[in-house]
């Protein structure tokens, strides 16, 4: 079946540093890949809609200048999180889009920004 | 906006209850449904889905949806769950219109043995 997968799984950074988030389709290309952010005991909020070769799309109230998105491949897509503070601590998850409506998803990243 | 709202947020059931989760969503047109689910430690898993058709849905290990276009409604049910039905579970609609998920709240069910 169609795998994602997510590196690193956790990571502790110190509040103002910048932490880069991977997410890789295994076996199949993906044109559009898919950030969310779940807090503790809440649902996953979509962040963003990234499409290869062009500009990530963002959901309202998501600051583009503090999650970069870059999908330059179609199996890979990365979510930069700049200047991180202790309020980005969160888990994000990302999907690929096998087609329509059709997303598998990755087994998240848990940030921890002290 | 589309949006979900999960009726249950923790659901706790002995062995062999049988379960419904409530799920209603809110949009004006042409929607399709989604239930998944996240084991411990594990990532999102589809249970089912709908998109058009029959609206009984039957999924994975013994999970089935109705949709019911009236109320707005997508309850998953399953007649006798068992403890490895230990999860969270989350409601999700998508649109027509583009790809994007809308999950609810999530219900968080803790079967006993």
């Known amino acids: 079946g169609a795998v994602v997968s997510q590196h690193p799984s956790w990571v502790i950074c110190k509040s103002g540093t910048s932490v880069k988030i991977e997410c890789r389709s295994l076996?199949?290309?993906?044109?559009?890949m898919f950030w969310y952010r779940q807090f503790p005991k809440q649902s996953l909020m979509l962040m963003a809609t990234?499409?290869?070769?062009?500009?990530?799309?963002?959901e309202q109230g998501v600051e583009k200048d503090k999650f970069l998105i870059n999908h330059a491949s179609l199996t890979l897509s990365t979510l930069t999180v700049t200047s991180a503070h202790p309020e980005d601590s969160s888990f994000y998850i990302c999907?690929?889009?096998?087609?329509?409506?059709?997303?598998?998803f990755g087994p998240g990243t848990r940030l921890t920004v002290l | 906006a589309q949006s979900v709202s999960q009726h249950n947020h923790h659901v706790i059931l002995s062995e062999a209850a049988s379960l419904e989760l409530g799920c209603n969503y809110s949009?004006?047109?042409?929607?399709?449904l989604f239930w998944y689910v996240q084991y411990p430690g594990q990532h999102l898993q589809l249970l089912l889905k709908?998109?058009?058709?029959?609206?009984l849905v039957k999924g994975i290990k013994g999970f089935e949806a109705e949709f019911i276009k009236s109320k707005f409604s997508f309850n998953l049910r399953k007649p006798s769950v068992q403890w490895s039905d230990t999860a969270e579970y989350f409601c999700?609609?998508?649109?027509?219109?583009?790809?994007?998920?809308?999950f609810g709240k999530g219900t968080r069910l803790h079967i006993l043995p």
């Open positions: 999907s690929a889009s096998l087609g329509p409506n059709e997303q598998f």
């Open positions: 076996d199949f290309q993906a044109t559009t």
């Open positions: 990234s499409n290869e070769g062009s500009k990530a799309t963002y």
């Open positions: 949009y004006g047109g042409t929607v399709n």
């Open positions: 709908y998109f058009s058709g029959d609206p």
């Open positions: 999700a609609v998508s649109s027509f219109r583009d790809d994007k998920i809308i």
